[in-house]
């Protein structure tokens, strides 16, 4: 049953493709949600920009609320009336929206476009399509950066996450996440857990005993930011002398704002973010929609988008084509978290482990931080 | 508001009064001049007053009501929500009832099939991953179980559907199995129609009342029950949700395994073998056949697609949830839990909750009171400086008060940290040693600090508008009485402006105790309050049960603390103005 219907789904939608799509009856407005600040930035220029140039008549409106997507997107769904057309979100975020039935499913071979080297989408993205609702768009890192001029005199730089953890070579402050996601995996690593044995060990009571005991070895050295903007001005301030943060963050503390600030790439999680679209929209807006996300989403634009930020984009055609940073002129590809050189020792953050520990830890995490 | 002298004694006779003295007359009725009883002419006359005056406020009680009342009533109601669970797997939920919790044993395999139609609709309508996550909250990892499951429940229904389809193509169309199950021009099962619309209006928490274009057939659903109710709830959703046309569409896996499950049924054997109308000759076939189709283990066949379900501790939480309302989520926000065994206090290592109502208590006191030292002095001076200079003043304690909030967090962060001004200075003058700078922000220290900052308007406003009216020569006479300085003060003066200490702590404390911003960014691990897990939970976890129930323990505890107040100060003794 499957099968037939989804050939003549299949059919229907590559004959209306060109048409419906394409010209059709489309709404004249858009609502785009997104973070704010350096990254919504670069999604202006990369995408809104040249996708206006090219459809006169349409307008765009930002709202800067994706932080609070999940449940701004589960009220207004409750009340009947959701104002949004194009939502980036975080993949964890989409997977729940996709669970709640708040987000559209894609299919996404059909709806986005192929790869300038004619891949399937579906190819082109591979394993990035965590949910069938979502559309990614960068791969972004949560990592560490470091003070080099504050590290004590003989101490060697650090090349490993388990610096965090040796406060006697490397006396001081540091700062991680309010949260129990990547913490537990990094304290674990850092106490001899093999990195494939992670969550198998996080699962039992005593590797959860286990993560804490070794947090609690750094516990009072530790400020915990819940802001991505918190790291990066700790660093600069001198507050702390290593941290945790977005990595885009510390390419701007590094490249834009010259501080004496360098990656630790060591054991980075990669995560992803990319677009989804709000379930149930009228027709002509998620006319209007599929096609900016169609646009947005192709192998150049992804590949724009990394003039203006450190993040990587999410097609595999997508990576010859990133160039220079559009203002600074330098060449972004090292600064990628997925550039090989940065990437020799990484994880991926597991989304289906997380969706079903992430209450019951973070409970846990909150009571062990109050303590 | 302090005395309450009715306006009779300025304006002479109200109508309350003249009703009261009408009541008082012993000598017969006091008639009006239209020869009424005056009693009876008075309360017409105030009823009509009082009619006019409620007109006049209903639109601002309307408007309060549905934009303020309606909504956090709504939100609060969540805290004892539940019906998601019988929502989502109604059969399930009664098959489940029988089931003993204290053994060891799992359910009888009647539970499971009756999960594996209840869940594989709930898969259809997209509502089975909410179940779980609503699940989760109780009990770690059954968030994964569901959407697995859900993912394998069509692979148990082909189970059927390939025996059948290889028995006779006519099984794969669409128009076929319509011609069978749509009653036509024949007698239709109008009640199974209806109770289908309910459950699937129930489960998707629309209303179904839309025309599909089919009803089942009377005569099929008295010899194939299971199947007919499937295949309805299949027309239902694919005409009403996916919008498509039923006749169109090939039925659910689920429609072939009750279809699989009616026919090995030996009681509706007769049934069958008697049946005359569409699609006689082919069920009469398979009926032949049946010795051909599977006989599932639905047991086994869950536990194959995820081993939790061969855990009993799931099925305890399933069964235990399974309420339209539940005291749970008000018991985790207390730190205890609900478990089949009843009530029980939540592991060590999870309690919080208790602890961040504790201390989001006594820091908000600690902030009122810290606001009272502060914004006392400021707002004597205030209202003791001749009216110019007490203006300019006044803008400099207004001007932090039209700043942002997040810039004034900020600010304190640049001051308070250990890399800061304060620190710097400290340090320049030799006061603190470099290695050892003092730790002011991160802990309660720094949520003190700024959120005293944020609200000492709050304090100084009602306390400056009280000491205005606070005559001069009140002082005066008790000075010229003999009082020293600190006597007139403390015996004259100071029991004159308690009206503005009683209202510029109620504003901060109520103000205090709901702020969860600046605790976020200067309160650290030690100086965040409950009000960020409420945040937490509506904003990120997603668990609005949990901070509708923290929510309401809030609310609870506000208007408990008020009205001790009421009861000791006095609310009358609260001044906002002159």
């Given at each position: 049953m499957k099968l037939t219907t989804s050939l003549l789904a299949t059919t229907a939608l590559a004959v209306s493709a060109g048409g419906a799509f394409a010209g059709g009856h489309m709404a004249d407005e858009m609502t785009l949600v997104s973070w704010g600040g350096a990254y919504q930035e670069s999604q202006q220029r990369a995408y809104v920009e040249p996708y206006l140039e090219m459809n006169p008549g349409v307008t765009a409106v930002w709202d800067s609320s994706s932080n609070e997507a999940v449940a701004k997107l589960r009220a207004m769904a409750e009340a009947g009336n959701?104002?949004?057309d194009v939502v980036d979100v975080v993949a964890s975020d989409a997977i729940r929206l996709c669970d709640e039935g708040l987000a559209m499913e894609i299919d996404h071979d059909e709806m986005l476009a192929q790869g300038d080297d004619g891949s399937d989408a579906s190819d082109d993205f591979g394993d990035l399509?965590?949910?069938?609702c979502f559309i990614p768009q960068i791969v972004y890192s949560t990592t560490a950066g470091y003070r080099s001029d504050l590290l004590p005199e003989g101490a060697p730089k650090p090349d490993s996450i388990c610096a965090f953890f040796d406060t006697e070579t490397y006396p001081g402050q540091r700062s991680l996440e309010r949260r129990p996601i990547n913490n537990m995996e990094w304290a674990l690593y850092c106490d001899g857990v093999a990195k494939e044995d992670i969550y198998d060990v996080l699962e039992t009571e005593e590797g959860q005993d286990r993560a804490f005991a070794k947090l609690d070895t750094i516990k009072d050295s530790v400020v915990w930011w819940s802001a991505g903007a918190d790291t990066p001005q700790l660093l600069a301030d001198g507050e702390v002398i290593m941290g945790t943060t977005y990595n885009g963050r510390l390419f701007s503390v590094i490249e834009e704002q010259n501080q004496p600030v360098e990656m630790l790439w060591d054991m980075q999680v990669f995560d992803l973010d990319g677009w989804i679209i709000p379930a149930d929209l009228p027709e002509d807006r998620l006319a209007r929609a599929m096609d900016f996300v169609r646009f947005a989403t192709d192998t150049q634009r992804l590949a724009d988008q990394a003039k203006y930020i450190s993040y990587g984009p999410a097609r595999a055609s997508s990576a010859p084509l990133v160039g220079q940073h559009a203002d600074l002129g330098i060449e972004m590809a090292p600064h990628m978290p997925t550039d090989p050189a940065n990437a020799t020792n990484t994880l991926l953050y597991n989304y289906e482990w997380w969706a079903d520990y992430r209450d019951d830890l973070d409970a846990k995490f909150q009571a062990w931080l109050a303590q | 508001m302090t005395d309450a002298t009715g306006p009779d004694q300025v304006t002479g006779a109200t109508p309350d009064n003249a009703i009261r003295n009408a009541d008082r007359a012993d000598n017969g009725p006091v008639l009006a001049a239209d020869g009424t009883p005056l009693k009876r002419s008075l309360n017409r006359a105030l009823r009509r007053e009082k009619t006019r005056a409620l007109l006049l406020i209903a639109p601002l009680l309307l408007f309060i009501l549905i934009t303020f009342i309606a909504p956090i009533a709504d939100m609060l109601f969540r805290s004892v929500e539940n019906a998601i669970v019988e929502d989502t797997l109604p059969a399930t939920v009664e098959a489940l009832d029988e089931w003993d919790s204290a053994t060891e044993e799992l359910p009888s395999p009647d539970v499971f099939r009756a999960l594996f139609f209840d869940l594989f609709v709930a898969a259809e309508a997209k509502e089975h991953t909410q179940l779980g996550t609503r699940l989760n909250y109780e009990q770690t990892g059954i968030s994964s179980t569901f959407r697995s499951t859900g993912r394998g429940l069509d692979d148990i229904g082909e189970l059927y559907q390939d025996v059948f389809e290889d028995q006779n193509e006519l099984w794969e169309e669409a128009d076929f199995w319509y011609a069978m199950m749509n009653a036509g021009d024949g007698a239709a099962a109008g009640d199974l129609l209806a109770a289908e619309r309910a459950r699937m209006a129930a489960l998707t928490d629309e209303p179904k009342d839309g025309e599909i274009g089919f009803a089942p057939s009377a005569t099929i659903a008295s010899i194939l029950p299971r199947t007919t109710r499937e295949y309805t709830a299949f027309a239902i959703l694919t005409a009403?949700?996916?919008?498509?046309?039923v006749a169109e569409e090939e039925p659910w896996e689920a429609v072939f395994a009750a279809l699989g499950l009616d026919l090995q049924d030996q009681s509706l054997r007769a049934g069958i073998e008697g049946y005359s109308g569409p699609g006689a000759a082919e069920l009469q076939a398979a009926l032949a056949n049946v010795d051909s189709l599977p006989v599932v283990d639905y047991r086994a066949a869950f536990i194959e697609e995820?081993?939790?379900?061969?855990?009993p501790e799931v099925w305890r939480t399933l069964q235990t949830y399974s309420d339209r309302y539940t005291m749970g989520y008000f018991l985790n926000s207390i730190d205890l839990q609900l478990t089949p065994d009843g009530i029980q206090s939540r592991p060590e290592d999870e309690q919080i909750y208790i602890l961040l109502f504790q201390r989001t208590l006594i820091m908000s006191m600690a902030i009122t009171l810290s606001c009272i030292l502060l914004g006392y002095p400021i707002a004597f001076l205030l209202a003791n400086l001749p009216l110019r200079t007490a203006n300019v003043l006044m803008i400099l304690v207004l001007l932090p008060f039209w700043t942002s909030l997040l810039v004034r967090t900020s600010a304190w962060k640049v001051l308070l940290q250990q890399q800061g001004v304060i620190n710097d200075i400290l340090v320049w003058i030799g006061l603190v040693d470099d290695a050892n700078r003092l730790v002011m922000i991160n802990n309660q220290t720094g949520t003190i600090i700024a959120m005293t900052h944020i609200l000492l308007p709050f304090m100084i406003l009602p306390l400056y508008s009280v000491m205005k009216t606070i005559p001069p020569a009140y002082v005066r006479a008790a000075k010229s009485l003999g009082a020293t300085d600190w006597t007139a003060f403390w015996r004259v003066y100071f029991p004159n402006s308690v009206p503005g200490i009683g209202a510029g702590s109620i504003l901060v404390f109520i103000l205090a105790i709901g702020y969860y911003i600046t605790p976020e960014l200067v309160g650290g691990t030690t100086g965040v309050f409950i009000s960020n897990r409420i945040a937490y939970h509506i904003s990120s976890s997603l668990n609005w049960g949990l901070a509708a129930a923290l929510g309401s323990i809030l609310l609870a505890a506000v208007l408990i603390l008020y009205w001790t107040y009421d009861r000791i100060v006095g609310i009358d003794n609260v001044k906002l103005g002159g």
């Amino acid at each position: 049953m499957k099968l037939t219907t989804s050939l003549l789904a299949t059919t229907a939608l590559a004959v209306s493709a060109g048409g419906a799509f394409a010209g059709g009856h489309m709404a004249d407005e858009m609502t785009l949600v997104s973070w704010g600040g350096a990254y919504q930035e670069s999604q202006q220029r990369a995408y809104v920009e040249p996708y206006l140039e090219m459809n006169p008549g349409v307008t765009a409106v930002w709202d800067s609320s994706s932080n609070e997507a999940v449940a701004k997107l589960r009220a207004m769904a409750e009340a009947g009336n959701v104002t949004w057309d194009v939502v980036d979100v975080v993949a964890s975020d989409a997977i729940r929206l996709c669970d709640e039935g708040l987000a559209m499913e894609i299919d996404h071979d059909e709806m986005l476009a192929q790869g300038d080297d004619g891949s399937d989408a579906s190819d082109d993205f591979g394993d990035l399509l965590v949910s069938d609702c979502f559309i990614p768009q960068i791969v972004y890192s949560t990592t560490a950066g470091y003070r080099s001029d504050l590290l004590p005199e003989g101490a060697p730089k650090p090349d490993s996450i388990c610096a965090f953890f040796d406060t006697e070579t490397y006396p001081g402050q540091r700062s991680l996440e309010r949260r129990p996601i990547n913490n537990m995996e990094w304290a674990l690593y850092c106490d001899g857990v093999a990195k494939e044995d992670i969550y198998d060990v996080l699962e039992t009571e005593e590797g959860q005993d286990r993560a804490f005991a070794k947090l609690d070895t750094i516990k009072d050295s530790v400020v915990w930011w819940s802001a991505g903007a918190d790291t990066p001005q700790l660093l600069a301030d001198g507050e702390v002398i290593m941290g945790t943060t977005y990595n885009g963050r510390l390419f701007s503390v590094i490249e834009e704002q010259n501080q004496p600030v360098e990656m630790l790439w060591d054991m980075q999680v990669f995560d992803l973010d990319g677009w989804i679209i709000p379930a149930d929209l009228p027709e002509d807006r998620l006319a209007r929609a599929m096609d900016f996300v169609r646009f947005a989403t192709d192998t150049q634009r992804l590949a724009d988008q990394a003039k203006y930020i450190s993040y990587g984009p999410a097609r595999a055609s997508s990576a010859p084509l990133v160039g220079q940073h559009a203002d600074l002129g330098i060449e972004m590809a090292p600064h990628m978290p997925t550039d090989p050189a940065n990437a020799t020792n990484t994880l991926l953050y597991n989304y289906e482990w997380w969706a079903d520990y992430r209450d019951d830890l973070d409970a846990k995490f909150q009571a062990w931080l109050a303590q | 508001m302090t005395d309450a002298t009715g306006p009779d004694q300025v304006t002479g006779a109200t109508p309350d009064n003249a009703i009261r003295n009408a009541d008082r007359a012993d000598n017969g009725p006091v008639l009006a001049a239209d020869g009424t009883p005056l009693k009876r002419s008075l309360n017409r006359a105030l009823r009509r007053e009082k009619t006019r005056a409620l007109l006049l406020i209903a639109p601002l009680l309307l408007f309060i009501l549905i934009t303020f009342i309606a909504p956090i009533a709504d939100m609060l109601f969540r805290s004892v929500e539940n019906a998601i669970v019988e929502d989502t797997l109604p059969a399930t939920v009664e098959a489940l009832d029988e089931w003993d919790s204290a053994t060891e044993e799992l359910p009888s395999p009647d539970v499971f099939r009756a999960l594996f139609f209840d869940l594989f609709v709930a898969a259809e309508a997209k509502e089975h991953t909410q179940l779980g996550t609503r699940l989760n909250y109780e009990q770690t990892g059954i968030s994964s179980t569901f959407r697995s499951t859900g993912r394998g429940l069509d692979d148990i229904g082909e189970l059927y559907q390939d025996v059948f389809e290889d028995q006779n193509e006519l099984w794969e169309e669409a128009d076929f199995w319509y011609a069978m199950m749509n009653a036509g021009d024949g007698a239709a099962a109008g009640d199974l129609l209806a109770a289908e619309r309910a459950r699937m209006a129930a489960l998707t928490d629309e209303p179904k009342d839309g025309e599909i274009g089919f009803a089942p057939s009377a005569t099929i659903a008295s010899i194939l029950p299971r199947t007919t109710r499937e295949y309805t709830a299949f027309a239902i959703l694919t005409a009403l949700v996916e919008e498509d046309v039923v006749a169109e569409e090939e039925p659910w896996e689920a429609v072939f395994a009750a279809l699989g499950l009616d026919l090995q049924d030996q009681s509706l054997r007769a049934g069958i073998e008697g049946y005359s109308g569409p699609g006689a000759a082919e069920l009469q076939a398979a009926l032949a056949n049946v010795d051909s189709l599977p006989v599932v283990d639905y047991r086994a066949a869950f536990i194959e697609e995820d081993d939790d379900w061969g855990d009993p501790e799931v099925w305890r939480t399933l069964q235990t949830y399974s309420d339209r309302y539940t005291m749970g989520y008000f018991l985790n926000s207390i730190d205890l839990q609900l478990t089949p065994d009843g009530i029980q206090s939540r592991p060590e290592d999870e309690q919080i909750y208790i602890l961040l109502f504790q201390r989001t208590l006594i820091m908000s006191m600690a902030i009122t009171l810290s606001c009272i030292l502060l914004g006392y002095p400021i707002a004597f001076l205030l209202a003791n400086l001749p009216l110019r200079t007490a203006n300019v003043l006044m803008i400099l304690v207004l001007l932090p008060f039209w700043t942002s909030l997040l810039v004034r967090t900020s600010a304190w962060k640049v001051l308070l940290q250990q890399q800061g001004v304060i620190n710097d200075i400290l340090v320049w003058i030799g006061l603190v040693d470099d290695a050892n700078r003092l730790v002011m922000i991160n802990n309660q220290t720094g949520t003190i600090i700024a959120m005293t900052h944020i609200l000492l308007p709050f304090m100084i406003l009602p306390l400056y508008s009280v000491m205005k009216t606070i005559p001069p020569a009140y002082v005066r006479a008790a000075k010229s009485l003999g009082a020293t300085d600190w006597t007139a003060f403390w015996r004259v003066y100071f029991p004159n402006s308690v009206p503005g200490i009683g209202a510029g702590s109620i504003l901060v404390f109520i103000l205090a105790i709901g702020y969860y911003i600046t605790p976020e960014l200067v309160g650290g691990t030690t100086g965040v309050f409950i009000s960020n897990r409420i945040a937490y939970h509506i904003s990120s976890s997603l668990n609005w049960g949990l901070a509708a129930a923290l929510g309401s323990i809030l609310l609870a505890a506000v208007l408990i603390l008020y009205w001790t107040y009421d009861r000791i100060v006095g609310i009358d003794n609260v001044k906002l103005g002159g």
